[in-house]
């Protein structure tokens, strides 16, 4: 009687099927084999960005001098730029100051009507002594590739200096030279809070995208006709040399 009560309590349930390690040396050993095999590739689209942007990395006091630079998005505060945007544009302001640069492109999100990062960062470097007709605003930089690619095929930049973090800096400038912009990138030194790490980790996960977003070009979320700021701003800067 209890041995048939027993198979009634049990009928119909059945224990988990688990995994099983390996029992033989041979078994434990492909498993370690195996596991670091799918460590190797995460991590080579990490490698292969770090690789592509080796030499092309520069401070604000040695970056050759470049007409363009490019200012990636960061968030907003309270319609403010973020204090790691802040920063960047900080950078901006620099090389403009000593004459590194002569045009700003800031490129951001504006794809709600109440978030509008290019409008902030254009305020941002007005105020810090960059003229506004030396800013050019792209409003639909809504990551790296749609930056790097809109900067070269809507505002017609070749050639520019890149500024953003340290841990961002070598994705911007391989994306935009996998773009067709011939790119030195300045990464500005930041407190390395959680922020800082959370970008570090956040770039080993988005190499993968940038790797086959530099495999496969695909178009920008938004492409759009030509806009001219950027050829328009340098040439009322050579006006007055053209004059003389």
């Given amino acids: 009687m209890l041995d048939l009560l027993r198979r009634v309590r049990t009928r ?91 045009v700003v492109l800031v490129t951001g999100d504006n794809s709600r009507e109440e978030y509008d990062e290019p409008d902030a960062m254009r305020a941002y470097l007005t105020r810090h002594g960059v003229p506004g007709t030396r800013i050019v605003s792209d409003y639909a930089g809504f990551d790296t590739w749609d930056s790097c690619v809109r900067a070269k095929k809507i505002f017609g930049v070749d050639r520019a200096v890149l500024i953003s973090q340290g841990f961002h800096i070598r994705r911007a400038v391989t994306l935009c030279r996998a773009a067709g912009v011939s790119s030195y990138g300045v990464g500005v030194d930041d407190r390395h809070d959680l922020t800082w790490y959370y970008g570090g980790v956040r770039e080993i996960l988005a ?28 040439a009322d800067v050579r006006a007055p040399e053209t004059a003389d």
């Fill in 12 to 102: 119909g349930f059945r224990r988990p099927c688990m995994p099983r390690m390996p029992r033989t040396r041979t078994g434990q050993r492909r498993l370690v084999q195996a596991g670091m095999a799918v460590c190797v590739l995460a991590l080579l689209p990490a490698t292969w960005m770090h690789t592509a942007a080796d030499g092309r990395l520069r401070t604000t006091a040695d970056v050759p001098r470049t007409d363009v630079a490019v200012v990636f998005g960061a968030g907003l505060w309270d319609e403010e730029p973020s204090p790691y945007l802040a920063r960047r544009l900080d950078a901006a302001a620099e090389l403009y100051r000593t004459g590194r640069i002569e």
């Fill in 207 to 234: 190499a993968g995208k940038a790797a086959a977003d530099a495999a496969f070009r695909p178009d920008p979320h938004f492409l759009g006709p030509e806009e001219p700021g950027v050829r328009q701003a340098l």
